[in-house]
């Protein structure tokens, strides 16, 4: 495991860059989605996946030894569209819901009624509002203002009002965003529910995430030894940052090629130890008189 204390730190500032790994094969890899593969959009239905970002995942993947998921804010069902050809291990609705390796759909029963209630009430409210985006999932409710900054003091007392008014309910607030979800588990809960399982039981875990959300799984991979990495700024219990998206990307990437490069050199070593081998057994033994 990766050196440093079982205990979960306090809060405090990130390290400023991140560490050198050996073979990617020893790690399993969390990814959250938006604000850590890609760049958070105005609209959540604007997010695109183009072919050099499905590459990257499938690299990151096979580099890992299958060890990869992405443990996100959105549905399950929009990761799978989003990401299409590629299925992957994956949390959503920050936690709510799970898919593991083996394709088991992990996720409580839950009143689909109350959310459409809640959506009813949020639309009512900001109806005449352009910029306020109201986005339904299962669970959950997600009312985002980035178009409308002006409207963040309104949208936050309007989630808290919603959230407190059930002991079922559970407020996340995030970067331009209020989230009202049926209560479950977090990111950090499914994080530590995968290491349970293969193919990431036994790997020291790498988390990678820009918000929030996603300090819960930050503390759960630092108490197992893990590599916890804060994207962009901000106070975290994270151990490591990145300073954008670009710079996780590139580090991400110099471990595949450092991975591959591994392997690379231990085929060659195979067959190097073996051509000796093979030549030592074919050589001719000189005889007695010969060596005289």
């Not at 050996?22 to 959009?41: H, K, P, R, T």
């Not at 630092?222 to 901000?234: F, Q």
């Amino acid at each position: 495991m990766f050196g440093g204390s079982a205990k979960a730190p306090t809060k405090l500032c990130a390290q400023p860059s991140l560490p050198v790994l050996g073979n990617l094969q020893d790690y399993c890899i969390f990814l959250d989605f938006d604000g850590a593969l890609v760049e958070i959009a105005d609209r959540p239905d604007h997010v695109r996946i183009d072919a050099a970002m499905l590459q990257f995942l499938e690299n990151l993947r096979d580099a890992s030894g299958h060890a990869l998921a992405l443990v996100s804010g959105r549905d399950i069902g929009v990761i799978d569209r989003l990401i299409h050809p590629l299925i992957l291990p994956v949390a959503g609705v920050h936690g709510l819901q799970r898919r593991d390796a083996a394709g088991r759909l992990h996720s409580p029963v839950i009143d689909q009624s109350v959310v459409e209630s809640m959506a009813a009430e949020a639309v009512a409210a900001f109806r005449l509002e352009p910029g306020v985006v109201i986005e339904k999932k299962t669970g959950a409710v997600a009312i985002h203002f980035r178009l409308r900054p002006d409207f963040e003091k309104r949208c936050r007392a309007f989630a808290r009002k919603i959230s407190g008014a059930r002991a079922d309910l559970h407020l996340i607030e995030g970067k331009m965003v209020c989230e009202i979800r049926v209560s479950g588990s977090d990111k950090g809960g499914v994080v530590d529910a995968f290491l349970d399982e293969r193919p990431f039981k036994g790997k020291t875990p790498i988390y990678a995430g820009d918000d929030a959300t996603d300090e819960p799984a930050f503390a759960a991979v630092n108490a197992r030894g893990g590599l916890s990495v804060k994207v962009g700024g901000g106070r975290t219990v994270a151990r490591f940052r990145a300073k954008d998206i670009p710079d996780l990307r590139h580090w991400l990437e110099g471990l595949v090629a450092m991975t591959r490069g591994a392997g690379v050199q231990g085929r060659r070593n195979d067959r190097n130890e073996s051509g000796v081998a093979v030549a030592r057994a074919g050589r001719p033994s000189l005889s007695r008189e010969a060596r005289a």
